[in-house]
């Protein structure tokens, strides 16, 4: 049964089964989703039911929706998305069996370069990460390598002497 499960400290962990085709969201006392939070406006959002998934859609509210942290008056929701109402955060879980992120665009053809070299073009900056140019990483690895090779050097002139005497 997907589900809202709020991640706010006030109320971290319960759970809003969501059961039925429209579901409205707000502090007023008669929605379907009552969230008492001053941020929340009285008629804050509707969720309604696309196929095995909801779409979000913003009420006109004060303080707006937002999905992933981005502000939105209608999106479908996928499971795992982190959905913010005002100040209230929560975390959409699905019962749907597909990806929480849609995949890369395809590429038409084969870059059989990049195919020798062992990395597909397809997926080559799919990471939501940045990669780090740690460059303090680098200098301290080659710290550790001279003074390991100072430490090397020093042991062989330690046996020489003891061995020539």
């Given at each position: 049964m997907p589900k809202l499960i709020v991640l706010s400290e006030e109320m971290a962990g319960k759970e809003?089964?969501?059961?039925?085709?429209?579901?409205?969201?707000?502090?007023?006392?008669?929605?379907?989703?009552?969230?008492?939070?001053?941020?929340?406006?009285?008629?804050?959002?509707?969720?309604?039911?696309?196929?095995?998934?909801?779409l979000l859609r913003d009420l006109n509210s004060t303080n707006g929706t937002r999905v992933g942290g981005e502000l939105i008056?209608?999106?479908?929701?996928?499971?795992?998305?982190?959905?913010?109402?005002?100040?209230f955060e929560c975390r959409y879980e699905s019962d749907a069996k597909h990806s929480s992120r849609p995949l890369p665009p395809i590429k038409r053809g084969i870059d059989l370069a990049s195919v020798r070299q062992g990395r597909s073009t397809?997926?080559?900056?799919?990471?939501p990460f940045k990669k780090k140019q740690d460059k303090t990483?680098?200098?301290l690895q080659w710290i550790i390598i001279g003074?390991?090779?100072?430490?090397?050097?020093?042991f062989l002139a330690f046996l020489y002497k003891f061995l020539s005497h």
């Open positions: 809003f089964p969501l059961i039925g085709e429209n579901l409205k969201l707000g502090r007023g006392p008669t929605n379907d989703i009552r969230i008492e939070d001053g941020s929340v406006s009285t008629n804050h959002a509707e969720l309604a039911l696309d196929g095995n998934d909801y008056t209608e999106r479908k929701l996928a499971g795992g998305e982190a959905v913010r109402f005002g100040r397809v997926f080559q900056n799919v990471s990483a680098k200098t003074l390991a090779l100072v430490a090397i050097l020093c």
